[in-house]
């Protein structure tokens, strides 16, 4: 079959050999954008004996994610990266097996139930702003990254890690590191090897097993069902009338708890950034939730006036989506937009390089939230916004992480002044997520009267 490729370029065995072999961070958020300004929303480089599809375009999106998903797995090279920590759990299986885990996951995640969460998300935003003192320092993704993890923890496991939260901050991050380093290798060494990165990543990965192997035991020896997740798969049979077995229920325990907390930390670092750097949308932001809120706690019933605050989430998911692309791999020969994809090539949903593309969004790399105002939020094309995903393997948590990151903005715009250390460099680095390279170190300064309720 002669393949007729889209725009691209080709680099050669020795100039990729060289390149890996150097040891440099491949950063793909810049080589999705350069290659998308040079080349278009649909493009190809082959590096080597890799050929790499980088699409960036509403209409191929929809196709693959909505209209052909059954013809693309995840790649390969993600379950490479990913599988010694997540295993078979939602974000790395495929086909039946995956459909009769998401349908048992699935109720966890319904809006009645979900709702019942907002308490939670606010006792222990404001838990968190107990701590804060005027004139200190924060590190803000720190204290998101944990403040997240002890609310999906509490909320999906009714489990308490507040005394494990910075420990398996730690642990991720680690994790996360060398899952990239192994994305970007471009050779899958085999995990029998002694390498000392490979050894401390198995060693990390069982130190969050023993995390999440308390949730479960602890459950089984309450034998409470609470009607939370972890009782939801504790309960589950399948059609011979087994339970789950422990590898499977910690799998997706473990995807959950990523997915659950990582993003959603990830898109309030980003969000409080772009206020830092806008004053004047701060200012919007603080009038009507004071407006809203007055002296008294965030409630769920409050977010239909929160409007104006959730454009400016939405926006900030707009350039800092906190998944930044996703790779499929299609698992027969698939003709999209009069280009044939071959079995087994590498293809990459370059998420932040879409929301970027100013062939879709006028001045792309300005902040505007008044794009998704409901007048002009219409006016974006479909499946040009997808801090989500799409199709059937749409983020199974968005409306809980939506939930969320309006209640915490909320609750920390009421009571805190946040401002961004001078000196800094932040840049965005894709870890999985997207995170800022060097961390985002924050000096704080408590509003006054601000309210002090009692944790429930």
Same mark, same amino acid.
């Given at each position: ?35 998308? !300004? ?187 069902? !609470? ?58 932001? !603080? ?137 800094? !460099? ?31």
């Amino acid at each position: 079959m002669t393949i007729t490729y889209p725009p691209g370029t080709r680099i050669g065995y020795l100039d990729t050999i060289r390149t890996l072999m150097s040891g440099a961070k491949f950063d793909m958020l810049q080589f999705s954008l350069d290659a998308q !300004k040079q080349y278009g929303d649909y493009n190809f480089t082959k590096f080597g004996w890799v050929t790499f599809y980088l699409i960036s375009d509403p209409k191929i999106m929809h196709e693959i994610l909505v209209n052909q998903p059954e013809k693309f797995h995840k790649l390969k090279l993600i379950k490479y990266a990913l599988g010694p920590f997540l295993g078979n759990g939602l974000l790395t299986n495929e086909g039946d097996f995956w459909k009769r885990q998401r349908k048992l996951a699935q109720p966890a995640f319904h809006s009645k139930r979900i709702e019942n969460y907002a308490t939670i998300m606010v006792d222990f935003t404001q838990r968190m702003l107990d701590g804060w003192k005027t004139g200190e320092t924060r590190q803000l993704d720190r204290e998101m990254m944990k403040l997240t993890l002890n609310i999906v923890a509490k909320t999906l496991f009714d489990a308490d890690v507040t005394k494990d939260a910075d420990r398996v901050g730690e642990l991720l991050t680690r994790i996360l590191e060398a899952s990239n380093d192994r994305i970007n290798s471009g050779v899958q060494l085999p995990d029998w090897l002694p390498l000392a990165k490979t050894r401390q990543m198995y060693s990390d990965v069982a130190e969050l097993d023993a995390i999440i192997q308390r949730f479960i035991d602890e459950r089984r020896a309450s034998g409470d069902d !609470k009607g939370d997740l972890l009782s939801m798969l504790l309960q589950a049979r399948d059609d011979d009338g087994n339970p789950m077995d422990d590898k499977l229920l910690r799998d997706e325990l473990m995807t959950i708890f990523l997915a659950g907390h990582e993003t959603t930390a990830m898109a309030m670092t980003w969000t409080w950034y772009m206020l830092m750097m806008h004053p004047e949308v701060m200012v919007r932001v !603080k009038a009507e939730v004071d407006e809203a809120l007055g002296d008294r706690p965030a409630t769920l019933a409050d977010l239909a006036n929160l409007k104006y605050s959730e454009m400016v989430l939405k926006e900030s998911m707009r350039l800092y989506p906190p998944v930044a692309s996703a790779g499929r791999e299609p698992i027969e020969d698939v003709e999209i937009s009069g280009y044939m994809l071959p079995k087994g090539s590498l293809v990459t949903l370059a998420i932040y390089a879409m929301h970027r593309n100013p062939q879709i969004f006028e001045n792309p790399d300005v902040f505007d939230p008044e794009r998704f105002s409901p007048e002009k939020e219409k006016q974006i094309p479909r499946y040009a916004y997808l801090p989500f995903g799409a199709g059937p393997r749409v983020c199974i948590g968005n409306s809980f992480a939506m939930m969320e990151a309006r209640l915490l903005l909320a609750t920390m715009v009421q009571q805190a002044d946040i401002s961004l250390v001078s000196g800094q !460099k932040i840049e965005p680095m894709q870890l999985v997520t997207v995170r800022p390279a060097n961390g985002m170190a924050v000096t704080v300064a408590m509003r006054e009267g601000a309210p002090l309720p009692e944790m429930a």
